[in-house]
């Protein structure tokens, strides 16, 4: 198979490839609303601690309705799900442009608006990541569909910063808010374009709470799921700071303006780009367990050294390999756990992926804010970096334990035959050493 069939292969499936191109259009213009909106909220506080509160505010849902959101999930018709969030998300941006264009938005309408997008986000993102799998019809092409779709979310990542740091210097955040609410047109026009087979019927839903209760025994009572999760949740906790801090940064410590964010921004999401398309053409899970560890730690060491970094180019080479690492990290966590999950539990499980990737960034977020008032933000960032780099240590050290977890789930749906053909089974275990999970 050449590599540009493994990289291109999830896009054979008419409806990914439909969500694919929709969702790059949608994408590039929420990147330009997130953009604008820590930079208009900077501009009417000049506050380090406001920037961390809207981060709080829009991720704080997730935290607390992620669990239950994955319960439903795993009940309700995805594509109706993905429609309904995609289609409230534009109101939110909707609201968002009118606010800014007359002239009267205030700090606490982005705070309430954040909150509404939050509410909106914790049901979205563990629907889209159990729908993944309906689009492209199996777990054949699952990990080429991961990796695009979060080279899709991070070429976003590139160019939407970029076209918002040029539009609020020419024209206000406003503009923006407009921008990203007529991107949400492109996504909800693939989605209604798909076609999709009728949903078989499930079983009678239980009891939420039991449901609820059964889902979280069953991801944290699993050693591998619940160790890619804690780190996934540290990672992302390290990351906060970055991203709520990046104004000060950008202003105080490079002497820039919003052109200067938007570079900054668009850095880490070239990295990430980078990431994305790097899994997206890999063949097999097998080794990335091994990826998880040395990513986490190479995005605490490229944070450390971006914090000491006064100079913009630097700091920009800096942000690409922040933006691979924790690309890489985080892709290849999500990889391992839509290949390992029961197909019955899958959305309560990518709730919780859902809650270690957003859920603890509300906590990061304010953290970021409030220590920044009086540590500096620098401080924050190596601080945050630090336990990065522990929590990649006790992953790595982990590492052989749930290797031996996960080995019998890859025989079983076959993907450890396939590498290991002709090799007597005495030796099998000893295989996956340089392919682990």
């Given at each position: ?322 933006g691979f690492a924790v690309m890489m990290e985080t892709a290849a966590s999500n990889t391992i756990l839509q290949t390992i999950v029961d197909d019955d539990k899958r959305g309560r499980v990518m709730s919780f992926y859902a809650m270690a990737f957003l859920g603890v960034a509300p906590l990061g977020s304010l953290l970021a804010g409030g220590l920044a008032s009086r540590l500096g933000a620098a401080h924050v960032v190596q601080l945050a970096a630090s336990m990065c780099i522990v929590g990649s240590l006790v992953f790595a050290w982990r590492l052989p334990t749930l290797r031996k977890f996960v080995r019998p789930i890859y025989r079983r749906i076959g993907i450890l035959p396939d590498v290991t ?17």
């Open positions: 198979m050449t590599k540009e069939r493994i990289l291109l292969g999830a896009l054979k499936h008419r409806n990914f490839r439909l969500f694919f191109f929709g969702q790059s259009i949608s994408l590039i213009g929420t990147w330009m609303q997130q953009v604008a909106m820590i930079w208009l909220v900077y501009r009417l506080s000049n506050s380090a601690f406001l920037l961390g509160l809207v981060g709080f505010c829009s991720q704080i849902p997730s935290f607390f309705l992620a669990p239950v959101a994955g319960v439903f999930t795993d009940r309700w018709n995805l594509h109706r799900t993905i429609l309904l969030t995609q289609s409230l998300a534009m109101c939110q941006a909707i609201i968002l442009a009118v606010l800014t264009l007359t002239g009267s938005v205030a700090v606490w309408h982005v705070l309430a608006l954040s909150v509404c997008m939050g509410l909106v986000t914790a049901f979205d993102i563990p629907a889209r990541q159990a729908f993944l799998i309906q689009m492209v019809d199996g777990r054949e092409n699952l990990t080429n569909a991961i990796g695009l779709n979060s080279s899709m979310f991070n070429g976003a990542r590139l160019i939407g910063p970029a076209i918002a740091g040029f539009l609020i210097a020419v024209v206000g955040e406003g503009v923006c808010f407009l921008l990203n609410a007529l991107s949400y047109v492109a996504v909800l026009a693939a989605l209604l374009a798909m076609r999709l087979p009728l949903q078989a019927t499930t079983k009678t839903p239980k009891n939420v709470t039991h449901e609820l209760i059964e889902g979280f025994r069953y991801a944290f009572g699993f050693l591998p799921i619940r160790e890619i999760l804690m780190l996934l949740a540290l990672v992302n906790l390290a990351a906060m700071p970055l991203t709520v801090l990046l104004p000060v940064f950008a202003t105080n410590v490079l002497q820039g303006g919003p052109d200067t964010l938007g570079l900054l921004t668009a850095a880490m999401g070239l990295g990430a780009l980078i990431g994305a398309l790097s899994l997206a053409s890999r063949k097999s899970v097998l080794g990335l367990g091994r990826q998880i560890a040395w990513a986490s730690a190479l995005f605490g060491l490229s944070l450390i050294a971006f914090s000491f970094s006064h100079v913009l180019w630097l700091s920009m080479l800096l942000l690409v390999i922040c053909a002709g090799i007597p089974c005495e030796a099998e275990v000893t295989v996956p050493e340089n392919g682990e999970s």
